[in-house]
Structure formats: structure tokens, C-alpha cells
């Protein structure tokens, strides 16, 4: 694997790139966080308040970067599960881990006057167990691994400040005291089947919550009265010489401008507040098979797509494709720094920092 040996700091502009600043030393290598040499993925990260980096691995756990070194966290330190699905950090600085085995929380306040470095180190047993009820009278499921499970895919904290949980049991409301469960099969234009599922949750800027899940079709929209579904554009993508449709999506962002941006295996959506205007490689998105995981809107307003063709930047008018210097190029979390440096997570628990034109490298095989 080719490390490179210098550490650089993005300074993300307008044309999707920016100049890498010069005065950090080149003869030191970047702090490496361990990679799977299975399947693993990074599939989720956050910047928390005092500065510090989280990435969630799909098999080895939680990591925390201090901007120094990381420190990894597993089931030995009070997770439930070494596979992390999601991860927030809620208005009074707790952050809530999402595993395929419940929800987990970490309280920095109970380390208050105590050293953080300390406090946090990898003997420690520093996260609580959270038990989300189980709602009664579940439909059948074949599978009781995943029905014993409560696996979290997603967590959101609402302008309310009520935190929204999306499980593979359903959708809950927690307003810290209580978990209820979001009752959509009772609410109009019920969407909910037995076998459907939510998998990911977005408020925008008017308090409307989406949702969005790969055996639904199209989108779902609860303006806090009624859900309203929006059918979507058929997607085709090739796979193994066969075209497969996809009409569902995940929401992911909401721009400056105020468009609502949605995903799926064979693209993206761009919702104005009245029509859906599909983005795929036949509509000029270039760089990707089709799938596309991730996007996130960065301070610039520039636009960031992430999927298993690497990263491509949308500038409000033309695409930019990355992924020279990725290992993997399948790309499943973006997050821009509070600096402004870009953090990409991949699949075989790849890290990467991108300094506007070439990938450093962060992880490192498992010894």
C-alpha cells in the first residue's frame, strides 16, 4: 500500500479543489487507524463539539481522533455490538451509537474535571447500553437474529430537540425520558407494509421529515399531520450484464439554496419543493457505475457524491470526479471538518483524507 508522507489541509473552493497548505511537515506520516482485511466498512463519522473526529466501522468498532492519535473502542468498553451503523452528537453533547445490535451512549460530562485522554482510554468501559422497547405485536420475521437485534440504521435530532431513532423494528421518538414508537402504519397514507423498512431520516429547514428505505417506492414526507408520498423516476442500473430498476431513495441533505438531495443504487435526486430532476450517468453524472451512498453539502456550497465509483464534486453546474489514490474507491461517509478538510470512509475500512486532488492515506493493514 502507498502511503503518502505528508499531512495537508483542504481549503475546498468554489472549482471543487483549492491549494494545499505548505507549512506542515512532509517527513511526518499521518497516525493510522487499523483496516479490516475483510469486507468492513467506514460507514459513518462526526465531529464533535470539543474537535474530536468519530468513525464507526462496520467490524471493528468505533475510533476517536484526537487530531494526534486514535483510540478504538469496542465491545470491551461497553458497546453492544463492534458493528456501528450510525452515529450523533445531540444539543447537549451526547453522542448516540447505533449498532446492529441497539443504541449505546457516550457522556462526556460524566468525565467533567477528569482528564480526557484518561478517561477515554481503551480499557475503559465508557458507554451505556440503551434499551429501546420493543413494540408489541411485531409482524413475523424469519430471521430472530435481526428481530432480537433492535439494529439502529439511522439517528437524527429534530429542531424540537426530540431524537428520532430509525431501527429495523420501526421508527421511535425518544424525548428523554421515553421512547415511543412513530406509529406510521396508523397515520394517513400509511406506507408501512410488514416487510418494510425506513433505513434513513432528514428534517429540512421547514420541519418536515423525510424517510426512505430500499423496499419502499419513492419517498415519504410527514409534515407532522399526514405522510405524503412522492413516487420517483425509474433508475437503471447494469450490474452483471443485468439492468436492475431502482425507484426508492434515501434522503441525504438539504443545499443552501434549499433543494433536498435523495440516492440510491443507480444515482440522484434533486427535489426543487415541486419536481424530482434525476442525476445518473446517463443525465451526465460522470465517474460511477450508478450507485451513489453518500452527499454532503460543504461550506462552499459545493456538493459532494460519494458511491462506488469514488468522490465527484457538483458546483452547481458541472461534475469533478475523484478517486486516483483510494484503494477501494467505494465510498460509503463524507465529512468536512470544522477547518474544512474532507474525511472519506470506504469500504475494507479505508480512511482517507482528500487535500482537493489526491487521497492520504489513513489506514493500514492489520497486523
Given at each position: 500500500m502507498?502511503v503518502f508522507?505528508?499531512?495537508?489541509?483542504?481549503?475546498l473552493g468554489?472549482?471543487?479543489?483549492?491549494?494545499?497548505?505548505?507549512d506542515?511537515?512532509?517527513e511526518?506520516?499521518?497516525p493510522?487507524?487499523?483496516?479490516?482485511?475483510?469486507?468492513?466498512?467506514?460507514?459513518c463519522s462526526?465531529?464533535?463539539?470539543?474537535g474530536?473526529?468519530?468513525?464507526?466501522?462496520?467490524?471493528?468498532?468505533?475510533?476517536?481522533?484526537?487530531?494526534?492519535?486514535?483510540?478504538?473502542?469496542l465491545?470491551?468498553n461497553?458497546?453492544?455490538?463492534n458493528?456501528?451503523?450510525?452515529?450523533?452528537?445531540?444539543k447537549?453533547?451526547?453522542?448516540?451509537?447505533?449498532?446492529?445490535?441497539?443504541l449505546?451512549l457516550?457522556?462526556?460530562?460524566?468525565?467533567?474535571?477528569?482528564?480526557?485522554?484518561?478517561?477515554?482510554?481503551?480499557?475503559?468501559?465508557?458507554?451505556?447500553?440503551?434499551?429501546?422497547?420493543?413494540?408489541?405485536?411485531?409482524?413475523p420475521?424469519?430471521?430472530?437474529?435481526?428481530?432480537?437485534?433492535?439494529?439502529?440504521?439511522?439517528?437524527?435530532?429534530?429542531?424540537?430537540?426530540?431524537?428520532?431513532?430509525v431501527?429495523?423494528?420501526?421508527v421511535?421518538?425518544?424525548?428523554?425520558?421515553?421512547?415511543?414508537?412513530?406509529?406510521i402504519?396508523?397515520?394517513?397514507?400509511?406506507?408501512?407494509g410488514?416487510?418494510?423498512?425506513?433505513?434513513?431520516?432528514?428534517?429540512?429547514?421547514?420541519?418536515?421529515?423525510?424517510f426512505?428505505?430500499?423496499?419502499?417506492?419513492?419517498?415519504?414526507?410527514?409534515?407532522?399531520?399526514?405522510?405524503?408520498?412522492?413516487?420517483l423516476?425509474?433508475?437503471?442500473?447494469q450490474?452483471?450484464?443485468?439492468?436492475?430498476?431502482?425507484?426508492?431513495?434515501w434522503?441525504q441533505?438539504?443545499d443552501?439554496?434549499g433543494?433536498i438531495?435523495?440516492s440510491?443504487?443507480?444515482?440522484?435526486?434533486?427535489?426543487?419543493?415541486?419536481?424530482?430532476?434525476?442525476?445518473t450517468k446517463t443525465?451526465?453524472f460522470?465517474?460511477?457505475?450508478?450507485?451513489?451512498?453518500?452527499?454532503?453539502?460543504?461550506?462552499?456550497?459545493?456538493?459532494?457524491f460519494g458511491g462506488?465509483?469514488?468522490?465527484?464534486?457538483?458546483?452547481?453546474?458541472?461534475?469533478?470526479?475523484?478517486k486516483?489514490?483510494?484503494i477501494?474507491?467505494?465510498?460509503?461517509?463524507?465529512?468536512?471538518?470544522k477547518?474544512?478538510?474532507?474525511?472519506?470512509?470506504?469500504?475494507?475500512?479505508?480512511?482517507?483524507?482528500?487535500?482537493?486532488?489526491?487521497?492520504?492515506?489513513?489506514?493500514?493493514?492489520?497486523?
Open positions: 502507498q508522507i505528508f499531512l495537508a489541509i483542504l481549503l468554489t472549482a471543487c479543489n483549492g491549494p494545499v497548505k505548505k506542515v511537515p512532509k511526518k506520516e499521518p493510522k487507524l487499523i483496516k479490516n482485511l475483510g469486507n468492513g466498512n467506514v460507514q462526526l465531529q464533535d463539539k470539543s474530536n473526529l468519530w468513525f464507526g466501522t462496520s467490524d471493528n468498532g468505533l475510533y476517536k481522533y484526537d487530531g494526534k492519535s486514535f483510540s478504538q473502542f465491545v470491551a461497553g458497546l453492544n455490538s458493528h456501528v451503523s450510525c452515529i450523533l452528537e445531540d447537549d453533547g451526547k453522542i448516540w451509537i447505533g449498532t446492529d445490535a441497539g449505546c457516550y457522556d462526556p460530562s460524566a468525565h467533567v474535571g477528569s482528564d480526557q485522554h484518561k478517561s477515554l482510554r481503551t480499557e475503559d468501559k465508557i458507554f451505556t447500553k440503551i434499551e429501546i422497547p420493543l413494540p408489541k405485536n411485531l409482524p420475521n424469519k430471521n430472530e437474529y435481526y428481530r432480537n437485534s433492535h439494529w439502529v440504521y439511522s439517528i437524527m435530532q429534530a429542531k424540537s430537540g426530540k431524537l428520532w431513532f431501527t429495523i423494528d420501526g421511535y421518538n425518544y424525548d428523554g425520558k421515553f421512547f415511543t414508537p412513530f406509529a402504519n396508523e397515520a394517513a397514507n400509511s406506507f408501512l410488514s416487510n418494510d423498512k425506513v433505513e434513513r431520516i432528514l428534517e429540512d429547514k421547514a420541519g418536515n421529515i423525510w426512505g428505505g430500499r423496499t419502499n417506492e419513492g419517498v415519504f414526507r410527514y409534515d407532522g399531520k399526514s405522510i405524503t408520498n412522492f413516487k423516476k425509474e433508475l437503471t442500473l450490474f452483471d450484464s443485468k439492468r436492475v430498476i431502482h425507484s426508492w431513495a434522503p441533505c438539504q443552501k439554496n433543494n438531495w435523495f440510491n443504487w443507480a444515482g440522484a435526486y434533486r427535489y426543487d419543493g415541486k419536481t424530482f430532476t434525476s442525476f443525465d451526465g460522470p465517474g460511477y457505475n450508478g450507485l451513489v451512498t453518500k452527499i454532503i453539502e460543504d461550506k462552499n456550497g459545493n456538493l459532494w462506488d465509483g469514488g468522490l465527484s464534486c457538483y458546483n452547481g453546474k458541472s461534475f469533478t470526479c475523484f486516483d489514490g483510494l477501494n474507491p467505494w465510498i460509503w461517509t463524507i465529512l468536512e471538518d477547518t474544512g478538510n474532507l474525511w472519506v470512509g470506504t469500504r475494507e475500512t479505508g480512511l482517507y483524507l482528500f487535500d482537493g486532488k489526491i487521497f492520504i492515506d489513513y489506514s493500514e493493514d492489520k497486523q
